[in-house]
Nanobody
Framework: QVQLMESGGGSVQAGESLRLTCVAD????????LGWARQGPGKEREAVAA???????KYGDSVKGRFTISVDKDRNTLYLQMNNLKPEDTSMYYC?????????????????WGQGTQVTVSS
């Protein structure tokens, strides 16, 4: 199972930006699906975004137009650029892998997770 390590979380004001980074210990360049999910206090874990080896991306409705997922295959690194952050984005953010693809109903069906990085947005 791939090992994932997130970084880049922090505390910001509403309207500001953060970029999360996730390094995978290995990556099958021909077939991968990676993503981000988050879990806020008292909430269920929510998929945020996914990207696959075909370059397809998928976003949760609450972050569309504000968050951008990307991958650097040469560095086995996944990114999540988060712009115009809102207090409701406050969560622990997890890097994830194993979704079948970024297309279709199972785009958020991850099977491996990192340890998480905290994002706090104040108003």
């Amino acid at each position: 199972q791939v090992q994932l390590m997130e970084s880049g979380g922090g505390s910001v004001q509403a309207g500001e930006s953060l970029r999360l980074t996730c390094v995978a210990d290995r990556l099958d360049y021909s077939a991968f699906c990676l993503g981000w999910a988050r879990q806020g206090p008292g909430k269920e874990r929510e998929a945020v975004a996914a990207i696959d080896s075909d370059g397809q991306t998928k976003y949760g409705d609450s972050v569309k137009g504000r968050f951008t997922i990307s991958v650097d295959k040469d560095r086995n690194t996944l990114y999540l650029q988060m712009n115009n952050l809102k207090p409701e984005d406050t969560s622990m953010y997890y890097c994830a892998s194993g979704c079948p693809s970024a297309y279709g109903a199972l785009w958020d069906d991850f099977d491996a997770w990192g340890q998480g990085t905290q994002v706090t947005v104040s108003s």
